[in-house]
């Protein structure tokens, strides 16, 4: 996200998921057994036509044995996976680690065999193969196997090269060799295969068992020296690799093979796919423990930490007013957010290595990384120490540390201590966030202080409660013509809500602004005519932001007013599903006040339904209060969400709560005649 470890963004378009049945949808570990049935043979037909990798550079023999068979078998595999568009029969990997005095490298192999569906499953045939400037990709062969025999080869000049995640990344070496298999058609079996060397010892980083679709088969293979110990564990399912002791200077494998994975199936405000798939994980190579990977960090970071003459220029120009040390890191802090530009940076060691501090001055931007690294060169002149805090901005930033790698953050913060002990976070990469005050994706994290004698911590970010994160909304309702209602309305939003919504409207024309104000506060009235508005403390990042609306609804026959008019779309809206197959994870806790006034003629009356009953649970509360005088009705509704972690187990006391949420905003209100 913020360009530490962007390779490891996951290119897979999970999106494109179809529901997959109840049967086998457990969450639970997933037992690698190759059970016997129909599946076993597909895959002992489809092994067939794997051939050594080794042996002349091929993937698989031309043509194929007993296609018949092989076809056969795979319709016995979409019986058990009715409802899917593709089913995975082979997913093999293989890592093969060569120790050298002079040149060290691994070379990683891949074959895969997909048998194509229904229409819907041609998608599996568009084919990325990323990579980085340190890897060169090699032999990558494919073909398209039709129910008839027929076998269609891809021509080698239509793999292409492209620049991966152009959007993304700013500067990167990432790039990603791309192609599509010819003349496919539901019915087909789709094979290809590639080999990848990358300079340098390096383990994949994991290999997923798991996919969006059905996998019959899934095998990787790490062969490595013997002395070399190999670190990794296994997330969401139970299996130990294959192993063959042998005496230094041989070469080990270990194979993990699961076979008969139900598809990942996306479920709302669910974790991300990576953190729920069934995986093994790999430390890097020479990495035992979390001291490694603190003194590794230490070693890219600090080095580049130097005061300049231009940094030493700069800073005595920001400290000309300042007195204590909170002051002058304040004025750090500001320059680098307003005036260093944020711009992603991944080519080679510098995903993960800062640039010089002077340069990333010289040049005004750089990533989080050199922001951080910039901040550290400019408080030491003001003899204040600032570390590099590891971060992981993936949803809810849950960090496992059974196992000790660099690939579980993505995101560098600051840590810095004043001299009365006080302590300061810093991200100068959020520019909509103030000082010492740490945007909602780092917050309640538990993060890796690299401090700079090789030493390191644990530590978690400060949280924020639910009245942080605050939507109040005032709506005040007034007849202004027998067939008009006049409607002023003035929001304030702090912390999370804040910033999202200043994310949202920088950069904005007025006239998208009217459109985004009209679509996130008015979409619950129909036909309305927005007046007029304004918005104040844009820029004023420690002040509340506010909107102030006015606008026009008509008034017809039977109009009705429904509590959810006015607070928008309900969790509830969300969670309707009975069951869940995954955790609930909701970025942040907050609370919206929206407090309704409507003034009517004394010819007038408001008709109310009785409300519900007001939900208060652990996951939090919905309290609505009425108050009634001649002419005027007021409404109070207050929600917070108080726990945005929700277990599975949890799922039905949570969606309860969801659902009693809903009961009370269905309760209406409407204008009538008479007293």
């Known amino acids: 996200m913020h360009g530490l470890s962007s390779m490891q963004k996951n290119i897979s378009n999970l999106s494109k998921c179809k529901k997959y049945g109840e049967k086998g949808r457990t969450r639970h570990t997933y037992s690698a ?71 060290a490298y691994s070379s990683f192999k891949r074959h895969r065999i997909i048998k194509i ?122 299996i130990a690799p294959q192993t063959l002791e042998l005496p230094d200077g041989f070469k080990q494998d270990y194979v993990w093979e699961a076979g008969d994975m139900p598809p990942l199936v996306p479920e709302s405000a669910m974790p991300p796919f990576k953190k729920v798939a069934a995986s093994v994980i790999f430390s890097p190579v020479g990495v035992k423990n979390w001291a490694d990977v603190a003194n590794w960090y230490n070693e890219l970071f600090f080095d580049r930490v130097k005061a300049d003459k231009s940094i030493r220029e700069k800073t005595a120009e920001l400290f000309a007013a300042c007195g204590s040390d909170r002051e002058k890191l304040l004025k750090i802090y500001n320059f680098v957010r307003d005036y260093i530009r944020y711009v992603a940076i991944s080519i080679g060691i510098g995903g993960y290595q800062p640039h010089f501090a002077g340069e990333v001055l010289r040049n005004r931007y750089g990533d989080c990384k050199d922001k951080i690294c910039l901040m550290t060169a400019m408080a030491s002149e003001a003899g204040i120490q600032i570390d590099p805090v590891l971060v992981s901005t ?46 909602w994706y780092d917050r309640n994290r538990r993060v890796l202080h690299i401090q700079k004698n090789g030493r390191y ?47 949202a409207i920088t950069g904005l024309r007025r006239i998208e602004r009217k459109t985004w104000l009209q679509e996130t506060f ?64 909701l970025p942040y806790g907050y609370q919206t006040i ?36 001649t002419g005027e009705l007021q409404l109070q509704r207050v929600f917070t969400l108080r726990k945005n972690d929700i277990s599975r187990e949890e799922y039905t006391d949570f969606k309860d709560f969801c659902d009693a949420v809903a009961v009370l905003d269905h309760s209406a209100f409407w204008l009538a005649d008479g007293n």
Request: glycine share 6%; proline share 6%; charged share 20%.
């Open 117 to 238: 569906s229904n229409k819907y499953g041609v998608y599996q045939a568009n084919v990325t193969i990323p990579y980085s400037g340190s890897t060169i990709v090699r032999t990558v062969q494919a073909r398209t196997i039709k129910p008839d025999g027929t076998i269609l080869i891809l021509d080698p000049k239509d793999v292409f090269d492209i620049t991966l995640y152009p959007g993304f990344i700013f500067y990167a070496d990432i790039r990603a060799k791309r192609f599509t298999l010819p003349g496919v058609e539901p019915g087909c079996i789709i094979e290809y295969g590639f080999e990848k060397n990358m300079r340098h010892f390096t383990y994949w980083d994991s290999w997923q068992f798991q996919n969006e679709i059905p996998t019959l088969l899934s095998r990787y293979k790490v062969r490595a020296p013997a002395e070399w110990e190999i670190k990794w564990r296994t997330q969401e399912i139970d």
């Open 594 to 629: 929206d407090t309704i006034t409507f003034i009517y003629p004394q010819d007038k009356t408001i008709r109310m339904e009785s409300p519900g009953v007001n939900p208060k649970t652990p996951f939090g509360s919905c309290k609505l209060d009425v108050r009634s005088n």
């Open 522 to 585: 008015l979409s619950g009235f129909a036909s309305v005519r927005m007046d007029t508005f304004f918005i104040k403390n844009e820029e004023q990042y420690q002040l509340p932001l506010q909107f102030q609306i006015t606008f026009l609804i008509p008034t017809t026959p039977g109009l009705v007013f429904r509590i959810r008019d006015y607070c928008g779309r309900g969790l509830y809206d969300l969670f309707s599903a009975q069951s869940r197959q995954y955790d609930v994870e």
């Open 394 to 439: 993936w949803q809810n930033g849950t960090v496992d540390t059974t196992l000790a790698s660099h690939i579980f953050f993505n995101h560098v913060i600051g840590r810095a201590q004043l001299s009365d002990g006080r302590i300061v976070w810093l991200d100068p990469t959020s520019e909509f966030s103030n000082f010492n005050e740490l945007p």
């Open 33 to 103: 057994k190759i059970k016997a049935g129909s599946y076993l043979l597909a895959f002992l037909t489809a092994a067939f036509i794997f051939f050594s990798l080794s042996c002349a550079g091929s993937y698989y023999q031309s043509p194929p044995p007993d296609l018949g068979k092989m076809f056969r078998d795979a319709e016995l595999v979409e019986e058990k996976f009715p409802d899917e568009n593709a089913v995975l029969l082979l997913d093999d990997g293989e890592l093969e680690i060569f120790k050298s005095n002079e040149i």
């Open 457 to 503: 911590a644990w530590h978690r970010t400060p949280a924020s409660r639910p009245e942080y994160n605050l939507i109040s909304r005032n709506w005040t309702f007034e007849m202004e013509s027998g067939d008009t209602l006049i409607v002023d309305l003035d929001v304030q939003l702090t912390g999370a809500q804040a910033l999202n919504a200043r994310q």
